[in-house]
């Protein structure tokens, strides 16, 4: 056990203890955080990692949960949250630099309306640009690595270092940030010019397209296995027969089987044992293992 969490208290602006991370992830699922802090400008995240660090305390950053599974017993340790205050954003000619809280969404809307392309592709991505550049999210053909140019973060040692794309190991759905306990301040990426009512359109379509095929008006974290290599995991289990597949209140949706919604009170646990039945069938089926792009954090079991 480590020392009492109030030492964090008047580090940052927004201090809870014991925050359902349920409230902060889009699956609406997810017990407990011990310490769940919202700081409002970089010296508050370096008092935060210097203090969590010194007392070994684990620390965990979290952008719209939007990629999230966390267990029932919730996290043990701080959860670092980057939201508003961490919004802003500077064009600079066809470079734009945005700072990680800004949802990606409205950061390609942004730069779609001063007339610069290339985050097009992002525009039905629910995350941050922190979490969409640490999981090199992705659609339609693009990802976030064929836009990046830099990456600022915030070392564990307390320094702000600039990441160039080519440091950072991106690939599939993942990058070396995953793991490096860097975190995220702002991004820079290089974009080019185009015709704005253009690519209002073809945003407008893709949109419609995810608005068919996807579960939208359901809590979910988006697909939640990675496709494998020349297929897609959608078509694997749904022609697995498992379309509509329910385990209390975790279902395979029946519109995107690459999806999994809740339905209302859907635990962790529920969501584990669907996404391991899917994963059976599929081998069993297809001989093809399937990978989990959700990130699982967190312990099965709250703290006693
Ligand atoms: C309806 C729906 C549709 C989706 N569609 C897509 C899609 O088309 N393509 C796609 O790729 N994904 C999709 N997703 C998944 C998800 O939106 C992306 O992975 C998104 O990039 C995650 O961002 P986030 O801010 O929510 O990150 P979180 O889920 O909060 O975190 C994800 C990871 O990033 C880390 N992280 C977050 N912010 C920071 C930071 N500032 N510094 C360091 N680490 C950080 C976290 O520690 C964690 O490891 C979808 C999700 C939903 C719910």
Redesign the pocket.
């Known amino acids: 056990m480590y020392p009492n969490p109030s030492i964090f208290a008047n580090v940052a602006s927004a201090v809870v203890y014991h925050e359902p991370m349920a409230k902060h992830t889009?699956w609406r699922i997810g017990g407990p955080a011990d310490i769940l802090a919202i700081p409002e400008d970089i010296s508050q995240i370096e008092e935060l990692l210097r203090l969590a660090i010194g007392h070994q305390i684990p620390y965990?950053?979290?952008?719209?949960?939007?990629?999230?599974l966390v267990r029932d017993g919730g996290i043990r340790g701080l959860v670092i949250k980057?939201g508003e205050a961490f919004s802003g954003y500077a064009i600079d000619g066809n470079e734009m630099t945005v700072k990680?809280g800004r949802t990606?969404v409205s950061t390609a809307h942004v730069a779609m309306k001063n007339g610069l392309s290339g985050l097009e592709f992002a525009t039905?991505?629910?995350?941050?640009v922190?979490?969409?550049v640490?999981?090199n999210?992705?659609?339609h053909g693009s990802e976030m690595k064929d836009v990046l140019k830099w990456v600022q973060v915030l070392t564990p040692g307390g320094e702000v270092k600039f990441r160039s794309v080519g440091e950072l190991d991106f690939h599939y759905?993942s990058s070396a940030?995953?793991d490096s306990g860097?975190?995220?301040l702002s991004a820079t990426f290089a974009l080019a010019s185009d015709n704005v009512e253009e690519m209002l359109a073809k945003v407008k379509r893709w949109s419609m397209r995810r608005q068919a095929t996807?579960p939208?008006s359901f809590p979910?974290?988006?697909?939640v296995f990675r496709n494998p290599a020349g297929d897609h995991a959608a078509r694997l289990i749904e022609v697995a027969g498992l379309k509509g597949k329910r385990i209390g209140d975790a279902m395979i949706s029946d519109l995107h089987a690459n999806f999994i919604v809740n339905l209302g009170h859907a635990s962790a646990e529920e969501v584990m044992a669907l996404m391991e039945y899917a994963k059976q069938q599929v081998l069993w089926q297809f001989g093809i293992e399937l990978i989990p792009e959700v990130?699982l954090v967190g312990e099965d079991e709250a703290r006693g």
């Open positions: 889009t965990f950053v979290l952008g719209r949960g939007s990629n999230l980057l990680s990606i039905g991505i629910p995350g941050t922190g979490g969409a640490v999981m999210a992705g659609a759905r940030l995953r860097d975190v995220v996807q939208l979910s974290c988006g697909s990130r």
